[in-house]
């Protein structure tokens, strides 16, 4: 049996409910087999764990771990190029016109070894993990071919494998149709994109299933295609929506019970007022805002006023949001969109957790996994609010160091 006592730690909790971080002070955490047994103020610490021996943590904040709930970060190349362009005036839309974009990363991870990308992935899940990550979701998406699709995803799970850090897969197949597809998007969603799908579930490789509804990526319709082969298969959903446009996405994604929908800068209150009766979870991207220099910002106090909870991740991926870092997610959470810190904090744990449909993590309380971080930090607060600075003293994954 594996245990452990933390003490004179300040808990930031995250329980649903709580309010003001679920923070307890000179607090303890008992971990036993992975799993937090208890927590709470030290001198209501039951007698059971009495002669436990104790490791001082020194006064610093533990939090959940981050769960980063939205990447890309398996494919190979970069879009540096793309970059420039877009300073010099040309927009998402156009780049992926001429081109560019999703179907120049597809070009470069079609012609990559799953040894290569795996190779690449693990330098940005290296820094995601040494800002107290646990949990990646990692899409595929840059195939667009079924054996490309398939590649990703076994390379998503080879992670899991290298590196102290949980993962879960989202099958993107509905992502572009790529150029042997052009100006054919009902074709690829018939001969490539559902076929894929169906070899990825039954090799065990796709634990949600996501699409991007969008002008330039596939309609409603065409969605609607991809999430019925997905319920038949009984596959979570999730889906990219309203990022440039509203096409009613995310009204899609709730009729179908989807976990989630992302993005969302274009949502009307309709669509916000429909992802509260499904119960979904509202993933808030910060980083593609940012590098595509957009002006619209997802209508963070409709999701207030409906309870739609906002989960905060990163995006990370080659063109619309190279960031690798939950820490300045949050902070562009708070800065860019005005999110509370608490809610950027809970959007990075508590509610990530929850828009990969995971009940055992992303709050500190008995029975949930023993993720956690502990922060050179007086109060949670903070993670939020430095920028590009790490105060990550130690990540805890599963109980262990």
């Known amino acids: 049996m594996e245990r452990s006592l933390l003490v004179n730690a300040a ?6 409910g709580a309010g003001g971080y679920g923070l307890i002070e000179s607090a303890a955490i008992v971990l036993r087999d992975g799993r937090i047994d208890w927590a709470g ?12 021996e104790a490791r001082d943590l020194g006064g610093r904040l533990v939090t959940p771990a981050l769960i980063d709930c939205h990447t890309h970060i398996v494919f190979d ?9 877009r ?14 974009g999703i179907v120049s990363t597809v070009k470069a991870t079609r012609a990559a070894g799953e040894d290569e990308l795996l190779a690449g ?7 995601l993990i040494a800002e107290g990550v646990s949990t990646i979701e990692i899409k595929s998406g840059y195939g667009l071919d079924i054996e490309t699709e398939l590649k990703m995803l076994r390379v998503a799970r080879r992670i899991a494998a290298q590196r102290p850090v949980r993962v879960r897969t989202s099958f993107l197949g509905a992502h572009a149709a790529p150029p042997e597809f052009s100006g054919c998007a009902d074709a690829y969603i018939d001969e490539v994109c559902i076929p894929a799908l169906e070899a990825a579930h039954e090799a065990g490789l796709a634990d949600a299933v996501d699409g991007f509804c969008e002008g330039i990526a596939f309609s409603p319709q065409q969605i609607a295609r991809v999430f019925d082969k997905a319920k038949a298969l009984g596959i979570p959903l999730k889906l990219h929506a309203e990022q440039l446009s509203n096409l009613g996405g995310a009204a899609l994604a709730a009729r179908y019970g989807a976990m989630s929908a992302d993005h969302l800068e274009y949502l009307d209150e309709a669509g916000v007022a429909a992802m509260a009766e499904a119960g979904m979870v ?3 991207l910060p980083g593609a805002f940012y590098t595509l220099r957009e002006t619209q910002a997802p209508p963070i106090a409709m999701f207030r006023k409906h309870g739609v909870p906002m989960a905060v991740a990163s995006d990370c991926n080659p063109g619309s949001s190279p960031l ?3 820490l300045l997610s949050m902070n562009m959470a708070c800065t860019l969109f005005r999110m509370t810190p608490e809610e950027a904090l809970a959007g990075a744990t508590r509610e990530a957790a929850r828009a990969l449909g995971l009940d055992d993590t992303g709050s500190i309380e008995a029975g949930k996994r023993a993720d956690l971080c502990v922060w050179d930090a007086e109060h949670p607060a903070e993670l939020a609010y430095r920028i590009g600075f790490n105060p990550l003293h130690e990540r805890i994954f599963a109980g262990g160091a």
């Open 11 to 16: 808990l930031a909790t995250m329980e649903q």
């Open 41 to 52: 103020p030290c001198a209501a610490m039951p007698a059971d764990y009495a002669g436990w």
């Open 77 to 85: 190349g970069n879009r540096a190029r793309e970059f420039e362009m």
């Open 87 to 100: 300073l010099e005036g040309a927009s998402y839309e156009e780049i992926a016109r001429a081109g560019g």
């Open 121 to 127: 992935a693990l330098t940005r899940a290296d820094a």
């Open 282 to 284: 509202a993933v808030i």
């Open 324 to 326: 690798a870092s939950v």
